[in-house]
């Protein structure tokens, strides 16, 4: 299997993804917000650009069950019902709501590769559910893209990267063609621990603590803290049925 891990969104800007099976880790916050969200019962999450097509878009789905979400430098957009706080997708908000979602680098890198045949969404509160589709899904060429912050490096999405390549290549005997960043985050995933306290110590987890969201990072740190695979096809992330999750 060729396996390629890209940085950030902006390394995945223009490149060629039309027959690669792409998984978008945004460990701080979308992708563990985006789990949530589907574990507690949202029909489909829409990643947007912009607050303006976030607008647009949700005007034109029909705003009784549709849901303006999403964040800007860590806080919640003025005038939406809901921010990337992934402790806010409780069933009693997000239940049979489409959700359209707006954030600083998470619904970027979707964007960016989403002329991907397939898609998926990981995080360490899925990791173990992602991993498995991936290996199900038995394909040839890997593409996992970070989101990290502001177009560089975000530890903790190079970190859950490692993660979910370690937990495939337990499940499988295929060699792996990897790019340097897939040798350093296979690496990384090693010695270092998952936890809470890894997450506090990374640059965007200090910022979530100095904004008063540290209950965000005790929930994103849980490791298999759900059972489900989303999955975004024609712009649309939804539960993957094909997985079982």
Do not use: Q, W
């Not at 979400?69 to 489409?98: H, Q, T, W």
């Not at 899925?126 to 970070?146: F, K, P, Q, W």
């Not at 990267?161 to 792996?176: D, H, K, P, Q």
């Not at 540290?214 to 999955?231: K, N, Q, S, T």
Request: charged letters at 25%; a negative charge; glycine letters at 8%.
């Amino acid at each position: 299997m060729k396996v390629d891990v890209l940085l950030s969104a902006v390394e995945a800007e223009g490149a060629n993804v039309a027959e690669r099976t792409v998984l978008v880790v945004d460990v701080l916050r979308a992708t563990s917000t985006i789990v949530e969200a589907l574990a507690n019962g949202a029909r489909a999450i829409y990643p947007t650009s912009s607050a303006e097509e976030a607008l647009k878009l949700a005007s034109s789905l029909g705003r009784e069950d549709t849901l303006l979400c999403g964040a800007r430098k860590g806080l919640m957009i003025e005038g939406y019902a809901l921010g990337n706080s992934p402790g806010e997708f409780d069933s009693e908000r997000v239940e049979d709501k489409r959700l359209v979602m707006n954030t600083t680098n998470g619904t970027p890198t979707f964007l960016a590769v989403e002329r991907a045949p397939r898609v998926y969404a990981g995080s360490l509160t899925n990791l173990g559910a992602v991993s498995r589709a991936i290996v199900e899904a038995s394909t040839d060429s890997l593409m996992i893209v970070c989101a990290g912050r502001g177009g560089r490096l975000s530890l903790e999405d190079l970190l859950c990267a490692g993660l979910i390549l370690r937990r495939i290549a337990e499940s499988t005997a295929e060699v792996f063609e990897t790019n340097d960043a897939a040798r350093v985050a296979t690496n990384l995933a090693g010695p270092v621990e998952a936890n809470l306290e890894f997450l506090s110590n990374t640059d965007g987890g200090r910022m979530l603590d100095e904004l008063g969201f540290r209950d965000d990072l005790m929930l994103c740190a849980e490791i298999d803290r759900h059972d489900v695979v989303p999955v975004m096809i024609d712009r649309a992330i939804m539960l993957d049925d094909s997985s079982g999750g």
